[in-house]
């Protein structure tokens, strides 16, 4: 049995590498899937095969219509996702992700530092899981193949 | 017909209040229905009930059970959600509440300034309406009356 | 028992009073919902509401957001769905909305001239019942009452 | 990962077989299912079948019960569905499975001239992607793999 | 709180008046829904409708998805189905619709002679409660309220 | 706004009546519903209905057949699950009925001693709030109506 | 891409190992699944596996637990169920399994002489293809592959 | 065709063992799944990954955060699950996923002695089949593969 996992999360620090590492040595039987990790074509993906957009606005709109349904496509492959919350940014598409994965009924593993506790608390909450480090996500993917 | 509209997003400015006073004065047939407004209830709700926690970690998931238990269940006799997403606070359960309205087939209005466009983008392309501000909100309800 | 029924289809006759009256005279206990059928309103809605837009194509995503919000709250407080097809236009709208509403498991009278029976076929077989007059498709309703 | 995707649309013209050849040109792991291209077996297969019907709309109506079989069964075989519009024809099917396969919660990627932009507003709100040509189509296609 | 009960079942006895007594009787408060029971209406409502047919096939398809249309409006509204199956008749409709019952998730009452119990019995394992009598299953319905 | 509670778990105790009339006392507008509180009826409705059965499995049998009918017809009625689980009897109904509540996506709140934590801690944790007695089950309830 | 074929009907006949034949001689790419085809092993297996039992009708009632069981797991598996309709017995496991096909959103393929066209009619207008022999069943199957 | 069977239960005796065996001896081709069943470890998985926890109450609810992770991932991926119950212990983990598995739509067989009857009475209609043995629930699931 193999399993897929939807690595939702920031794409600014190498976390995914780590993981599928980690998983490597392990040899878990497991896929990862994802959103576009490069940050310059995730933002400019609607223009380059829609063309160019009349603002700012509309461009991200072309964009996310392109990373929404990569998201949605690669999601719905998907036996379980991990979301992770890093230090910086707004993140709220982690937050989207981490939610819909939840509703659609797929098990959720969170990473968030301690630090993070309080604004995530009602997520975490809805996880199956919630840990602090990409170490111990790893663990508990590999607990299910015991 | 009367609709029931839940109203997601930060609990520190009025907005439901100036969205209802709208509804009110266009006579809407509708009710409002949303998360605990008081913030410090909200927090504490969890060693209310259930005495104390713990760390403030225990303390915050024992909170958020009862914060998730009711906005289920309120929600879940919604018919539209609306989600506002202001300046301030990192505001993950707006987007978590906003995304989960979506996947469970509830339409979303999502509110938000024109200047978080780009970390919304994703969430607004899966939104019914984007809008900038509770006035336009209010004219999207008020449409689906006409 | 009082049944809602969404009367989907163009906007430039008065079908949906012909079938008002009917139901009316008849004392069916229905309730009627539909689109909205100031024609000039639907289309410019978007700009009204979210302001002016870049261009031709973009005012009409603007509106179609709207006119989509207002379609899936009333589709999904009806028990039975009607869509009619007329003589001029396009009528991809109407298409849509039949097809969305057998998807949802809602119930659909399919009213359209016996010389659209070609392009329909598809559609015609999806539905519950076909009819070719806004006539039979009350005598079909008053029989769910009998 | 492989993915299947679902062609709807006209079967006048040659544009499924531009989508496959640049599909095969990127060596994207792709299958690709539609409905019958032969027009005439398309519209003949009821009476081939079932014999001899009354009339045309009888035999439309023989004819349209498998061609929905088979449209049904390959749909909900699919992980993304392509929807063309083209210039002729009133392309009710197509936008009847365009809806089908958004209510089904198939991500749909919808391709349609820019002059088509008003009458598929709603549709084009509706889709996850609105792309002008078969180009761009296979391009959103090939970024899912990226 | 008040139930809707769907009396599936052929419609040529009065079990269905026995039924609506006894529950007056019992002060039951339930509102009871089924088929057509005018027998001739029911087959011929597809001709007085939709006009004459070219031949007797064709008449019953008409009159069928009348007849379908009427129970599927009226079965979603309901609580529980009771089916009851008699001595004569295929009765091949009660068996579809006390399958369709179970799978919407209708609780099953199914009403039918000891005589019947082996071509049932697949049947009567997926209803919640096999009766014998019409009297009996007015008991199970009583029972809900106690 | 009214909600409906459904009370699942032991029928030897009054715990149902304190609940209720903490409720009262609170003027929280909840209806409450629940298995069959009479013990020897619940055992016995089965031969009551059906007549006598061949052993004692049988009977039960006959039985859990009625129970099982009034118990789902019940919880799709509800809103919320209230399952408490007291100090003697194997309860395996109260599990079942709070894990079938979880399944159906009712919202769930556990009630049960601080020493039966260890054999329902993964229920505990699918329930959307654990509390420890009926006084903390209420003020539970009441949060969603402030 | 292979399929898989649920053949739902009476047992007493060869009708599929006929269709077996036809599809292999035409190399369709299908699997078949289906009933237990043994009368005496269907009818003996409740009380096989789990002993005697008290009288006829709860032999008949362990037996239809676990053709139940079979059916259910094999449908599942299914992507397009078949069922035909012969002269004779009640059939009243044939309706249900057709009924159930349709609730599952499984294609159903009806098989039915001419002359069972009247107490069909409502099964056939929910059936996707209604054919009247199993050559026509098998030549609807060969379309999808096309 | 192969199946997943998940074998819910307590993980004190070597029942998993016997069936594993029973259908290796039978060449079924079926794959086992199932709870960690190593016991200390799925009482200790909680702080093993995610470290000390403030008390056993705690400690027990971060075990099973990842026992019920494991459950969900699986039992997703099974196609029947079978559930024991033994004669210790209170069980209620088992009751749980029985009535889990029921409530997804997975068919259940249940394996109970005889003198559990009683308190398995409702969970026992629920059920696919119910058996007394694991050579009984071996032979059911030969039954399928037939």
Redesign the interface.
């Known amino acids: 049995?193999r399993?897929?996992v939807y690595l939702a999360g920031e794409i600014h620090t190498s976390w995914r590498d780590e993981i599928k590492q980690q998983a490597k040595d392990l040899q878990l039987p497991v896929?990862f899937?994802g959103p576009?990790e490069d940050h310059d074509?995730s933002d400019n993906?609607g223009e380059?095969?829609?063309g160019e957009q009349?603002?700012?606005?509309?461009k991200?709109?072309a964009?996310?219509?392109?990373?929404?349904?990569?998201?949605?496509?690669?999601m719905?492959?998907s036996?379980?996702v991990m979301a992770l919350?890093g230090e910086q940014?707004?993140?709220?598409?982690t937050?989207?992700?981490?939610?819909?994965a939840?509703?659609?009924?797929k098990?959720l593993?969170l990473i968030r530092q301690?630090n993070h506790?309080?604004?995530?608390?009602?997520?975490?909450?809805?996880a199956?899981?919630?840990?602090?480090s990409v170490d111990?996500a790893v663990?508990?993917l590999k607990?299910?193949f015991?």
């Open positions: 049995m399993l897929t896929d899937v576009m074509r993906i380059e095969i829609l009349p603002d700012k606005i509309f991200d709109a964009a996310s219509s392109l990373n929404n349904l990569r998201t949605e496509i690669l719905k492959k036996d379980v919350f940014y707004k993140q709220w598409n937050a989207m992700d981490a939610s819909a939840v509703a659609f009924g098990p593993i301690e506790h309080h604004p995530l608390k009602e997520l975490s909450r809805k199956h899981v919630t840990v602090e111990q663990l508990a607990y299910i015991e």
